[in-house]
């Protein structure tokens, strides 16, 4: 009989052990990641699998998947980055677009035509901002 607990109870610490709890997440800053079951964890970028190059602002409001070991975050993978570099960059090209076609209208007697192309992507530019 103390063979059979003693047994069980050495499996028990084994799928204990093994067994790894993924827990999903946002990265509210550069240290600290909110848990979907409520409780917040520290983390270092050294711990991100996927960083991709990227910095540790860039990843604010990214959504991860980690493993928890008390309060600390490790194995964390990005899911998605939501404050993308890429998205920017659009928006700027947009704005100057708009400049290009402002100018154009300035000095052209197609004003009328560029007028038109500036205010569309004055507005793409204001909603891409906004979102």
Do not use: P
């Not at 063979?3 to 499996?11: M, Q, Y």
């Not at 909110?34 to 983390?43: E, K, L, P, W």
């Amino acid at each position: 009989m103390f063979f059979k607990a003693r047994i069980k109870k050495n499996i028990m610490l084994l799928l204990k052990f093994f067994k790894r709890s993924i827990i999903r997440g946002i990265i509210l800053d550069s240290l600290t990641i909110s848990g979907d079951d409520g409780n917040r964890y520290s983390f270092v970028l050294d711990k991100v699998q996927n960083l991709n190059g990227q910095s540790a602002n860039s990843l604010i409001n990214s959504q991860v998947d980690f493993e928890a070991s008390g309060d600390i975050a490790k194995n964390i993978f990005v899911l998605n980055s939501t404050n993308s570099s890429g998205n920017l960059s659009s928006i700027k090209m947009m704005g100057y677009i708009y400049l290009f076609c402002y100018l154009l209208y300035m000095i052209s007697f197609a004003g009328w035509f560029f007028l038109a192309i500036a205010l569309v992507f004055f507005i793409l530019a204001s909603y891409s901002k906004k979102g």
